[in-house]
C-alpha cells in the first residue's frame, strides 16, 4: 500500500494523520462507518455482516486514480473494524392480476406507509398486455405486475433502464409514469442497449414492442443503442434518478458495473430493480449466470423481492456500498478472461465515484 501511495511527502503525511485519527478513533470507542445509520430504510430483519477485508481494502487502495488514493485511504478505513449489516428482503409476490389491487397496497405500505391504489386504467392497461411478454428474456407476467406497481408507487418524473432488449419493460415503465403524471408530454423513460438489433430477433432494432404496447405515447422512450451504462452520466444529473431497472448483461460483474455507473445519479433512499435474480440458481445449466443474483443478495439495505425480480434501495451515504462491491469483486468473473483486466480497471473507476 506505502508502494501505491509513494508520492510527495505531503501525501504520506496525510496517510499517516488518517490512520493515527482513526486509531484513536477505535481505541476510543467503538467505530461505525459513516451513512450505516440509515433514515430512509424502512426495511426490517437485519443482521451483523462480516467486515471489510484488510486485502480488498488494500486493493482498493492501490487501483484507485492517483487524486483519490488519499480519500478512498480515508473514507474506507472505518470499514475495517465497524459491523456491515446485511439485510433480510421485504417479499411481496404479485401472483395475478386478480389480486394486483391487493398486492398494490402491501407494495405501497413497504415503500413508505401510505395508502395508494391504482391510478385509473392501469389494471385494464395491463390485461390487455397480459400476452405480449412472449419473447425469450422478456419479463413475466408476475414480474411486470410487481414493475408496474413499482413503477406506479414511486412515481417519478422519469426513469432509467439498462438493458433494453424487445423494449417491453421500457414501454411498461412509461405508461405507468404517464398513468401518474398524466399533463406531462415527453420522454418519461431512457433504455439503453449495447446492441442495434435485438438478440430475439436480428432482424428487428432493439426496441421493437415499444410502438405496439404504447401507440398512444409516441416519443414517451428514447432508445439508446449501441451504448452501455456509462452513457448515463450525460443523461441524468448527479443525485437525480429516483428510480432505475437494471435487466441488461447477467453475467458477473456486468450488473455490478451497471449499478456502480447509476449509483452516482440516484438520489439517497431512491431505487434500482433488478431482474432474474435468481437466474444463477434456478437458470437452466447452459444459461445460468449470477451477476443479478450476487448483487441482490449482498446487498445491505433496504430490498424487496418478488419471484424473479427484486429492488434495491441507494442508502443515506453511498460509499457504505463500497465494502459490499469489493466483496463481490473477490468471486470469479462469469465473463471471458479477456475482459477481466478492462472491468476490473472500470469498477475501480466507478467505485472512485462515491468517494
Known amino acids: 500500500m506505502i508502494a501505491s501511495l509513494r508520492g510527495s511527502a505531503r501525501e504520506r503525511s496525510s496517510f499517516q494523520a488518517v490512520v493515527r485519527e482513526n486509531h484513536t478513533a477505535l481505541h476510543g470507542g467503538s467505530v461505525q462507518a459513516p451513512g450505516l445509520n440509515l433514515t430512509c430504510n424502512r426495511l426490517s430483519g437485519l443482521r451483523f455482516h462480516r467486515n471489510l477485508s484488510l486485502g480488498s481494502y488494500l486493493r482498493a487502495v492501490r487501483n484507485s486514480p492517483v487524486k483519490s488514493q488519499i480519500t478512498t485511504v480515508r473514507k474506507l478505513f472505518p470499514y475495517l473494524f465497524g459491523k456491515i449489516e446485511r439485510s433480510v428482503p421485504e417479499i411481496c409476490e404479485f401472483d395475478s392480476l386478480k389480486n394486483y389491487e391487493m398486492n398494490y397496497r402491501r407494495l405501497a405500505q413497504l415503500l413508505g ?10 389494471i385494464e392497461f395491463l390485461r390487455s398486455i397480459q400476452n405480449r411478454g412472449a419473447h425469450p428474456g422478456t419479463i413475466g407476467l408476475k414480474e411486470f405486475l410487481f414493475l408496474t406497481a413499482f413503477v406506479s408507487i414511486i412515481a417519478p418524473q422519469r426513469a432509467i433502464e ?8 421500457a414501454a411498461v415503465i412509461a405508461a405507468a409514469l404517464h398513468r401518474r403524471h398524466p399533463d406531462r408530454n415527453g420522454i418519461f423513460v431512457d433504455t439503453i442497449d449495447r446492441n442495434t438489433h435485438s438478440v430475439v430477433d436480428a432482424n428487428k432494432p432493439v426496441g421493437f ?12 422512450v428514447r432508445v439508446h443503442a449501441p451504448a452501455d ?13 429516483e428510480l432505475v431497472f437494471i435487466d441488461a448483461d447477467h453475467q458477473h460483474p456486468r450488473p455490478l458495473l451497471d449499478l456502480l455507473r447509476i449509483a452516482p445519479h440516484i438520489q439517497c433512499g431512491g ?5 432474474d435474480i435468481t437466474l444463477g440458481s434456478k437458470g437452466v445449466a447452459a444459461k445460468k449466470r449470477f451477476g443479478a443474483e450476487w448483487l441482490f443478495a449482498e446487498w445491505p439495505f433496504g430490498k424487496i423481492i418478488s419471484a424473479n425480480i427484486g429492488a434495491v434501495q441507494m442508502p443515506a451515504e453511498k460509499t457504505a456500498i463500497i465494502p459490499m462491491a469489493l466483496r463481490l469483486m473477490e468471486l470469479p468473473f462469469e465473463m471471458s ?6 472491468i476490473r480497471h472500470a469498477l475501480y473507476g466507478n467505485l472512485a465515484e462515491l468517494l
Open 271 to 275: 431505487w434500482i430493480l433488478l431482474h
Open 209 to 220: 414492442q415499444i410502438p405496439d404496447i404504447i401507440p398512444h405515447l409516441p416519443g414517451a
Open 229 to 241: 451504462s456509462s452513457i448515463v452520466r450525460e443523461l441524468a444529473g448527479r443525485d437525480e434518478l
Open 113 to 122: 406507509g401510505c395508502e395508494r391504489v391504482p391510478p385509473p386504467g392501469e
Open 162 to 169: 439498462i438493458g433494453t432488449l424487445a423494449g417491453f419493460s
Open 337 to 342: 478472461v479477456a475482459s477481466h483486466r478492462k
